[in-house]
């Protein structure tokens, strides 16, 4: 098993920044993926954007040139920046890591934008 924690989460104002972090409990080397997920209310989960074990970066259109994920293996983290936050960024973000036996998520943290 795993534990994910997540950290830095907020109330900003729009135009803000932020910077989320999530902690794995075991090594990361041999992921095959992370990465982050969010879900407003009364709306379904969506993706942010993930990063490959071997750095390939993905990101929904929505956050492109907005959002940066980057991971530290050092630190078994991976990381959201989030520049230019709107209010419709308000949402419960969650990380994933992905290995070959195992799918694990973070429990979640609010990001709120304020007009």
């Known amino acids: 098993q795993v534990q994910l924690v997540e950290s830095g989460g907020g109330l900003v104002q729009a135009g803000g920044s932020l910077r989320l972090s999530c902690a794995a409990s075991r090594s990361i080397v041999s992921v095959n993926s992370m990465g982050w997920y969010r879900q407003a209310p009364g709306k379904q989960r969506e993706l942010v954007a993930t990063i490959t074990g071997r750095g390939s970066t993905n990101y929904a259109d929505s956050m492109k040139g907005r959002f940066t994920i980057s991971r530290d293996n050092a630190k078994k983290s991976v990381y959201l920046q989030m520049n230019s936050l709107k209010p419709e960024d308000t949402a419960v973000y969650y990380c994933?890591?992905?290995?070959?036996?195992?799918?694990?998520w973070g429990q979640g943290t609010l990001v709120t934008v304020s007009s």
């Open positions: 994933n890591f992905n290995w070959n036996t195992l799918d694990a």
